[in-house]
């Protein structure tokens, strides 16, 4: 089936406009993950749902981050104020059940803060 | 803190050669550690996952190694190609109890001259 797709894949905002970036995890699977990658870096976590409940959000950055999955299945990562900081890959991954371990990755939104 | 390094940065072999990429950690309570395949601009793929009882995953040409005591993980690739050119990412998960979170390194850059 169908891997994880991420949209839009390349996003350009004027630092202090809000974005709103799309991840919909493979149909069925249970977890779901945000991750931030910087340039040169490997992801750092952000937070956690397993189905539209979110468990862990320790890595959001600020209170200018905020992510949801009403449903359980589609989750949107917003940021607000958006800085020149926030520019990074935005990486979504999704997991069958917390005991199957492998998490499926999909492409990145690219957001590039001007 | 878990931190998760990743020696060398970058590497430049010949086809054919065997090579060897190497991942500390440094909290032993990890629970499992996996290797990822990072391509440019698209997301991570999951080659192995070793489990804190296990020693060692093999995939085709892969094998993977884990040795909790002494906060390291070598990924094992033979007769490489230049296919195989990538960035490679290690990433550990703590106890159970503790986050879903992954934890990267800042990964290795692989180069298969042809």
């Known amino acids: 089936g169908a891997g994880v797709s991420q949209s839009p894949r390349y996003k350009v905002a004027k630092r202090g406009q809000d974005v709103a970036l799309r991840c919909d995890p493979i149909?069925?699977?249970?977890?779901l993950f945000w991750y931030q990658q910087a340039l040169g870096q490997g992801p750092e976590f952000l937070t956690y749902f397993q189905n539209e409940a979110q468990l862990d959000k320790s890595g959001l950055p600020s209170d200018r981050f905020f992510a949801e999955r009403p449903e359980g299945s589609v989750s949107t990562l917003k940021i607000q104020r958006t800085q020149q900081e926030d520019s990074a890959v935005y990486l979504c991954?999704?997991?069958?059940?917390?005991?199957?371990?492998?998490?499926?990755f999909g492409p990145g939104t690219r957001l590039l803060v001007l | 803190k878990q931190e998760v390094t990743q020696i060398p940065a970058a590497l430049s072999v010949p086809e054919g050669e065997n090579l060897v990429l190497n991942c500390s950690f440094t909290d032993s309570a990890i629970y499992n550690l996996q290797w990822f395949r990072q391509d440019p601009g698209k997301g991570l793929t999951s080659l192995l996952l070793?489990?804190?009882?296990?020693r060692e995953q093999t995939s085709g040409r892969l094998n993977a190694s884990l040795d909790k005591s002494s906060g390291r993980s070598t990924l094992y690739i033979a007769a490489s190609q230049p296919g195989d050119s990538a960035t490679y990412l290690c990433a550990g998960r703590l106890t159970p109890s503790g986050s879903e979170k992954l934890v990267f390194g800042k990964g290795t850059k692989l180069t298969v001259n042809p």
């Open positions: 070793i489990q804190s009882s296990q």
């Open positions: 149909s069925g699977h249970v977890s």
């Open positions: 991954a999704s997991r069958l059940e917390p005991i199957k371990e492998t998490q499926y």
